[in-house]
């Protein structure tokens, strides 16, 4: 079997899909901004999650057909990899989603109404000449801002149709977050308060409806209230 496919066993657990029973291989994402742990073929969202097309070659056709748009671009490659926050947005019947994760580490489509905004965390910053400053972003992306104040482990609210940034999502103590892995991946909760020791990775209290739990830092995507409205 090709390079673009994966045996069903070995697939990601996040991938909503029965890894015992069904066909032998499933298409494996492009290489991305993603680990292959971390997203998922837009060919198994169409199948599994909008459950548009039982086949790849029913795929093929619905993509052809220009009829599914993700972060406003067209996408005709059923192997294209999709990750947490991404929007996928169906004119045709004015539907639009964001992928997440549910409390089972799985990837699901939530139905949201605004499909110009994207939520991205910063990964990284760069400084560059003239006190100009590079945010890494999560998904891929690189913007060149002349204001800093963003911090690693931040969120932004990206503007996908004019290309800059809408809102600034700080990380800090009464921050909205949703867990993206560890054992409380799919959780929302309110940051209470980060702990930063010696020698050891930062860690997040944050209070949900169930109680108080503690995370890795890295673990959490500060969001604002339209993904869980």
Known sequence: MTKFHLKRLNAPKSWPM???????????????????????????????????????????????????????????????????????????????????????????????????EKLCKISGKTMLKKGHVQLNLFDGRNLIIKKDGYKVGDSVVFDLENKKINNHLKLDKGSLIFLTKGKHVGKVGVVESIKTLEGENPKIVFKTKDGVFETLKDYAFVINKEIVG
């Not at 548009?52 to 490659?77: G, Q």
């Open 18 to 116: 029965n890894r015992r029973k069904g066909i032998k291989f499933v298409t494996r994402p492009l290489p991305g901004p993603h680990s292959l742990k971390n997203c998922i073929s837009l060919s198994l969202v169409i199948k599994k999650l909008l459950n548009y097309a039982k086949t790849t070659r029913e795929v093929k056709k619905i993509l052809n057909d220009e009829k599914i748009i993700v972060n406003k671009k067209i996408i005709k490659e059923h192997k294209f990899p999709l990750g947490v926050m991404d929007i996928i947005e169906i004119p045709s019947i004015k539907n639009i989603y964001v992928l997440l994760l549910d409390e089972g580490g799985k990837f699901y489509l939530k139905p949201i109404k605004n499909s110009s």
